[in-house]
């Protein structure tokens, strides 16, 4: 896991990187597949039973705002939508609590690269039918802040 600071050239695409390289490495397939976390869902499989579970980290939504501490800097807020999919009801609160506390344990590494004030939350269990299966989803929202 290799993570890197954020920086005005990185605010997006490095906050979704080092959530991403947490997760995938310390996380374990239930099913031991090479990939089972994505940016999108995965077309190529769609509705397929190899397709389940599956962790979905989508684009952080960011947000900024001018601050004055001795000089001028920008503080900046993401909240990051990660939500698990299983046609397995029980794999879903399951993966979700591996998720939060996979990133519990390692948001010293998130500060360490300028990230800071961790939060999370989770929505209930949603239910929906994709090609012909019942799909279940718990979405979590983590969200960081940092001064850069």
Not at 33 to 42: D, E, G, L, M
Not at 69 to 84: K, L, N
Request: aromatic letters at 8%; proline letters at 4%; glycine letters at 2%.
């Amino acid at each position: 896991m290799a993570l890197a600071n954020i920086t005005k050239s990185n605010l997006i695409s490095q906050v979704w990187q080092n959530v991403y390289d947490i997760l995938n490495s310390n996380l374990t397939d239930p099913k031991s597949r090479s990939k089972w976390i994505y940016a999108a869902f995965p077309s190529v499989r769609k509705g397929t039973a190899d397709t389940y579970p599956c962790i979905i980290i989508e684009s952080p939504d960011m947000s900024g705002e001018n601050i004055i501490m001795g000089h001028s800097s920008r503080s900046y807020r993401w909240s990051i939508p990660i939500s698990v999919y299983s046609t397995r009801m029980e794999d879903v609160d399951t993966i979700a609590d591996d998720i939060i506390n996979t990133l519990e344990t390692n948001k010293g590494s998130l500060s360490t690269n300028n990230l800071y004030q961790f939060n999370v939350d989770s929505t209930p269990v949603m239910h929906t039918v994709i090609a012909s299966q019942i799909v279940h989803e718990k979405r979590i929202l983590v969200t960081v802040e940092s001064v850069v």
